[in-house]
């Protein structure tokens, strides 16, 4: 029997606007997509592109002008999926006088907590989003990066099946950034299948095994990122590996020292290649370390949106 989607739309669309003499504005135009479970799925698309419109109509906050839109099973609006699922907004807005634990203790009582359930379960949350320290201090004296971790550790309050989450890497430095993307691994790592969309293109290669791109509203591709992105070979590192990399240097397209006894090559990716390396791995366990070399998802991105916009007009999504 065939595993259900977690997320599947079919031919949705909305267009905004309520004078029927005014031209209405299509936001989203036929997006046909599947999100499998178990996947981080990375929801791409330049400013205006839908992204946004896509995950409200997958919330039910906004309803489809056509098409439909299914997560976990059911169509949206059945209320018991809601639970199923945390979400985090974009710029989503704070009580600055509540403490962390006072705010996350009025969102466990929204999703109908019970007393002891709140006691167990809003630590934990702290606990995960690495905020316990600050748990008794007022949300208005939080940075950015600190109120996103709050934001998200709301959304994963009800231990979701689904957690969607909008633009949760933007405007974050680098140590909220890296923060975020280690709670995406370790509640994927737990089941929850995760939805996001991002602009920050190279930490979605990094954390992402799911992608689909979007440009005015229309769907330009979608799948498995290592279908979606060209191999660029097979990049060998070895460590104490003088007598090994005399033996592969003859195969290898490129060869660079990295420190003492310390080698990285490159392969191209055939079968034969594959294989020969996965044994070698095995046989010289710690001393070689294999991984594939992907095309980059920002030289990617932006090829597809400037094929979309026409050439050089697609330069401007760069800006």
Same mark, same amino acid.
């Given at each position: 029997?065939?595993?259900?989607?977690?997320?599947?739309?079919?031919?949705?669309?909305?267009?905004?606007?309520?004078?029927?003499?005014?031209?209405?504005?299509?936001?989203?135009?036929?997006?046909?997509?599947? /999100?499998? +479970?178990?996947?981080? #799925?990375?929801?791409?698309? !330049?400013?205006?592109? *839908?992204?946004? &419109?896509?995950?409200?109509? @997958?919330?039910?906050?906004?309803?489809?002008?056509?098409?439909?839109?299914?997560?976990?099973?059911?169509?949206?609006?059945?209320?018991? /999926?809601? +639970?199923?699922?945390? #979400?985090?907004?974009?710029? !989503?807005?704070?009580? *600055?006088?509540? &403490?962390?634990?006072?705010? @996350?203790?009025?969102?466990?009582?929204?999703?109908?907590?019970?007393?002891?359930?709140?006691?167990?379960?809003?630590?934990?949350?702290?606990?995960?989003?690495?905020?316990?320290?600050?748990?008794?201090?007022?949300?208005?004296?939080?940075?950015?990066?600190?109120?996103?971790?709050?934001?998200?550790?709301?959304?994963?309050?009800?231990?979701?099946?689904?957690?969607?989450?909008?633009?949760?890497?933007?405007?974050?430095?680098?140590?909220?950034?890296?923060?975020?993307?280690?709670?995406?691994?370790?509640?994927?790592?737990?089941?929850?299948?995760?939805?996001?969309?991002?602009?920050?293109?190279?930490?979605?290669?990094?954390?992402?095994?799911?992608?689909?791109?979007?440009?005015?509203?229309?769907?330009?591709?979608?799948?498995?990122?290592?279908?979606?992105?060209?191999?660029?070979?097979?990049?060998?590192?070895?460590?104490?590996?003088?007598?090994?990399?005399?033996?592969?240097?003859?195969?290898?397209?490129?060869?660079?020292?990295?420190?003492?006894?310390?080698?990285?090559?490159?392969?191209?990716?055939?079968?034969?290649?594959?294989?020969?390396?996965?044994?070698?791995?095995?046989?010289?366990?710690?001393?070689?370390?294999?991984?594939?070399?992907?095309?980059?998802?920002?030289?990617?991105?932006?090829?597809?949106?400037?094929?979309?916009?026409?050439?050089?007009?697609?330069?401007?999504?760069?800006?």
């Amino acid at each position: 029997m065939e595993e259900v989607p977690v997320i599947k739309t079919e031919s949705l669309s909305k267009r905004y606007g309520v004078l029927f003499w005014k031209k209405k504005n299509l936001s989203l135009d036929q997006l046909s997509i599947t /999100v499998p +479970r178990g996947a981080v #799925f990375g929801f791409l698309g !330049p400013n205006g592109a *839908g992204k946004t &419109t896509t995950i409200k109509l @997958l919330m039910d906050l906004i309803h489809p002008t056509s098409g439909s839109a299914e997560v976990l099973g059911k169509p949206v609006w059945d209320p018991s /999926v809601r +639970r199923r699922i945390g #979400f985090l907004p974009d710029a !989503p807005a704070f009580n *600055g006088l509540m &403490t962390a634990s006072e705010f @996350l203790n009025v969102c466990a009582k929204l999703l109908k907590m019970s007393k002891a359930e709140r006691k167990k379960r809003v630590p934990e949350v702290l606990e995960t989003v690495r905020m316990t320290a600050s748990a008794d201090d007022k949300l208005g004296g939080f940075s950015r990066g600190m109120l996103q971790r709050i934001g998200v550790a709301q959304a994963i309050l009800n231990k979701p099946d689904l957690l969607i989450l909008d633009e949760p890497l933007l405007g974050l430095d680098p140590y909220g950034r890296q923060e975020l993307k280690r709670i995406i691994r370790e509640q994927n790592k737990l089941g929850t299948t995760v939805f996001f969309s991002s602009h920050i293109l190279a930490d979605v290669q990094e954390i992402c095994d799911h992608a689909a791109i979007l440009n005015r509203g229309r769907l330009l591709c979608s799948g498995k990122l290592g279908d979606l992105l060209g191999s660029q070979g097979i990049s060998v590192r070895l460590t104490d590996g003088d007598d090994l990399v005399r033996d592969l240097l003859p195969e290898a397209k490129e060869c660079q020292k990295k420190g003492p006894h310390e080698w990285e090559l490159t392969f191209e990716k055939t079968p034969d290649s594959e294989k020969r390396l996965q044994e070698l791995k095995e046989k010289h366990a710690g001393k070689v370390e294999v991984v594939e070399q992907w095309e980059s998802l920002e030289d990617f991105f932006f090829e597809k949106i400037e094929q979309d916009n026409g050439g050089e007009a697609g330069k401007e999504a760069k800006e």
